[in-house]
């Protein structure tokens, strides 16, 4: 693959795909770790840093490993164990080596392994038959498009908790109310094609 | 196990603590797969029957998992019946196992399923869990037709492949859309909350009747005594 070409895919998965507007990936954490900027960008780095990781050490288990075995229809086992032992050991590292880091997102890591958006990257790395470097950077830029959709809605949340509304939906359905009218917005690029 | 208990925590899972409705669990698959009501159904009975698996063989071992890695055992359940499931699906129902695609292996982080194991079946008997698992799983499926209902019959005038709203329906098709699924969601829940609301409040109102009703027959008491 050219580097346009990989280029193509990253600008397609950040804005067009989006994996929170467009695949539904990471809901979770999109909703629950939103109410303020500063947490959002939080996690959204933690996520950055977790997905591009596994994105690399999953393909390399699927081709190095399950591949020449025969134990292709072990790959959501495998890459399940793969993202969590992941997770625990750049949460080692990080508190050992890197403290500043640690103590900006370290809280975050434990909630990414049951992250739907990290196992998400891995499967479709390998159902788009991406090489290594590709699914680097596949993976490098759902997480960013992930960051940018929940540090984005951090700041509209932020005005709805001033807002007046009628007593049924406050809390979490004025939420996904406001999640939906992003999407909207999202939807705007789903006219441009990249590849 | 009496058969009210049984019937109590079917009402548990689908209706009080509904997975989806009331604990806003289990969320991506939710907002994903109810583009259309056959979708719907196939996501619910795939997590259903992994989630009544895995709570069968986690009750079954429960006394013999490690707690400091009880977590991680779990993971390795959940995604053992999910691979059976995913090849199942594929050998059988291939069709909806193209159309949910990546959301069957993704069954392994829906958070219900580990909740449900680590909330009851790691402290509870085989049957009890078991039965928790399948009306969690109801609770769930139900929840899902519910808002692929609503995004079918507005998004595209069918329901189950059915036309209903006939031919000159104008499609709103952004209830197809991803922003529709958001949409829709939010207004289910308000929805939910409003009635929720309604049945806090009666109770309220009951318990508060109740209680003056007391205060004055007490009072009323003391009144015959002086």
């Known amino acids: ?195 | 196990m009496t058969l009210s208990g049984i019937a109590k925590q079917f009402r548990s899972g689908i209706l009080d603590n509904n997975p989806v409705l009331i604990q806003l669990l289990g969320m991506c698959p939710t907002l994903a797969t109810t583009t259309s009501v056959a979708n719907a159904i196939g996501m619910g009975l795939a997590a259903t029957a992994v989630l009544t698996c895995s709570n069968i063989l986690i009750s079954l071992l429960r006394k013999f998992i490690p707690k400091q890695v009880r977590i991680a055992v779990f993971i390795v359940i959940i995604s053992g019946f999910v691979t059976a499931v995913e090849l199942l699906m594929k050998a059988y129902f291939f069709e909806l196992y193209g159309a949910l695609g990546l959301f069957i292996p993704l069954i392994v982080v829906n958070c219900i399923i580990l909740a449900r194991a680590e909330a009851f079946a790691s402290k509870n008997p085989v049957l009890p869990s078991a039965i928790d698992g399948l009306a969690s799983g109801i609770g769930f499926t139900s929840a899902l037709v519910v808002i692929a209902s609503v995004r079918e019959l507005l998004g595209n005038g069918t329901f189950l492949g059915l036309e209903v709203l006939g031919k000159n329906y104008p499609d709103a098709v952004v209830f197809i859309l991803p922003a529709g699924a958001f949409l829709t969601l939010g207004f289910i829940v308000a929805l939910v909350q409003m009635l929720k609301n309604k049945a806090d409040n009666k109770k309220c109102e009951k318990e508060a009747v109740a209680e003056a009703l007391e205060k004055a027959a007490t009072a009323a008491g003391e009144e015959v005594q002086a």
């Open chain 1, 1 to 195: 693959m050219s580097f346009t070409d990989i280029l193509l895919i990253m600008f397609g998965v950040i804005l067009v795909e989006n994996f929170i507007f467009s695949k539904f990936l990471g809901i979770c954490p999109f909703l629950g770790v939103s109410e303020k900027p500063a947490t959002a960008l939080g996690m959204g780095m933690a996520v950055v840093f977790v997905i591009t990781l596994a994105s690399g050490a999953t393909w390399a288990v699927y081709y190095l490993l399950l591949e020449p075995l025969g134990l292709e229809y072990l790959r959501t086992v495998a890459f399940i164990l793969v993202i969590a032992a992941l997770v625990q050991f750049i949460e080692m590292f990080l508190r050992k080596f890197v403290p500043a880091l640690y103590s900006a997102m370290g809280i975050y890591l434990p909630l990414i392994t049951t992250n739907c958006a990290v196992l998400g990257t891995a499967l479709l790395n390998i159902q788009k038959g991406y090489n290594f470097i590709t699914s680097v950077c596949f993976g490098f830029a759902a997480a960013t498009g992930f960051t940018i959709a929940i540090v984005i809605f951090a700041g509209l949340r932020a005005r709805i908790d001033e807002a007046e509304m009628p007593r049924a939906f406050r809390g979490f359905p004025i939420t996904l109310i406001a999640a939906g009218l992003l999407a909207m917005a999202f939807a705007g690029f789903s006219g441009i094609s990249f590849a």
